[in-house]
């Protein structure tokens, strides 16, 4: 059964009582006019078999005061709206009113940035919104499963915006020679990264030791870049703890390191651009690099110190240092 809303004009369209004799009539049938009031809107409510709440009234409210007065005087045009109004604006009453028990709360207005409206869960998503994969751990199973899946997820939301990659690694082993993981850990992400159709550009903060230093050097040419304190280093492969192997298997893991160090210096030669037998060389003892020595030796292409890059270029190599100073380096020290 359709249902008849209640329309009452607000105070604006209330008859005034300009004269002291309607004031008083008003005062002497408030009460009456409340009861009036009661009894219409129960009686329309048992018409339309539905419940209206009906608030408590106050009797000191001026406004509801207005609104039994006029109401009890005239209820069949006050309480219907007329078709055609010239009087806006009306106050409805519907059969089921929702009543604010709380004040009015102001929402947001509507975003259109294409961000999302909550942060992502932890900091390497955030990393990974701006295309910046972080890798500061050792590179073990865990850690290479999460970098290769990021330069996945990067290169299928926009192959063509470059990547960053900032690494902070020993590589598959740990700052005391321990080895904690397989060489192929590296060659997985050195793999990926060179599958990517994006620009990739890496940067040395704090240690590229190892694989690390491999992934620095195989960035984009000209995107290699390396803060003024930080270092690299190449070393050969170690062979991991063989517990009770026996003899034959220990011999098959050795041949496999020699393998693994082969891989690796064809890889740095083709991106430092030194041949392989002067890679080999240098990675007989562990060689460490600071910004300076790897820019010489192909590893990176820029050091990043703002408004310091010229005068590092200008600093004598330490070679050049112990040559002006008289001193002669002894090789295989």
Not at 27 to 40: D, E, Q
Not at 68 to 82: I, R
Not at 256 to 280: M, W, Y
Request: hydrophobic residues 40%; contains cysteine.
């Amino acid at each position: 059964m359709a249902t008849t809303p209640l329309h009452f004009p607000m105070a604006s369209s209330l008859p005034s009582a300009s004269t002291s004799s309607s004031q008083s009539l008003r005062r002497r049938s408030t009460k009456g006019s409340f009861r009036n009031l009661r009894t219409t809107l129960c009686a329309i409510n048992a018409q339309n078999k539905s419940k209206i709440p009906i608030p408590p009234f106050n009797p000191k409210d001026p406004f509801l005061s207005q609104l039994a007065f006029a109401a009890s005087n005239s209820p069949e045009t006050f309480l219907h709206k007329p078709v055609k109004s010239d009087t806006p604006p009306y106050l409805d009453l519907f059969d089921s009113p929702k009543l604010m028990a709380t004040p009015a709360q102001v929402e947001r207005s509507v975003s259109y940035e294409q961000r999302p409206r909550r942060p992502p869960p932890d900091l390497p998503s955030l990393l990974l919104n701006g295309r910046i994969v972080y890798i500061g751990m050792p590179l073990v199973p865990a850690v290479t499963e999460l970098i290769v899946a990021e330069l996945m997820y990067l290169q299928w939301l926009d192959p063509k915006e470059p990547v960053y990659i900032y690494l902070n690694s020993t590589g598959t082993t740990r700052d005391d020679g321990e080895t904690v993981g397989m060489e192929t850990e590296g060659f997985a992400i050195y793999d990926a990264m060179m599958q990517l159709k994006n620009e990739i550009h890496t940067v040395a903060v704090g240690a590229a030791i190892g694989q690390a230093c491999l992934l620095l050097a195989a960035g984009t040419k000209g995107k290699r870049f390396m803060m003024p304190h930080a270092k690299a280093m190449i070393q050969q492969p170690r062979i991991p703890s063989s517990g009770l192997m026996p003899a034959s298997d220990v011999l098959i893991r050795a041949k496999e390191v020699i393998t693994n160090r082969d891989t690796l210096v064809k890889l740095l030669s083709k991106h430092t651009g030194n041949s392989e037998e002067t890679v080999a060389n240098k990675m007989r003892r562990p060689f460490y690099m600071d910004c300076t020595k790897a820019k010489d030796f192909g590893v990176i292409d820029r050091i990043l110190w703002r408004g310091q890059e010229k005068i590092m270029h200008d600093v004598a190599s330490p070679e050049e240092w112990d040559k002006l100073a008289g001193i002669k380096a002894v090789d295989g020290i």
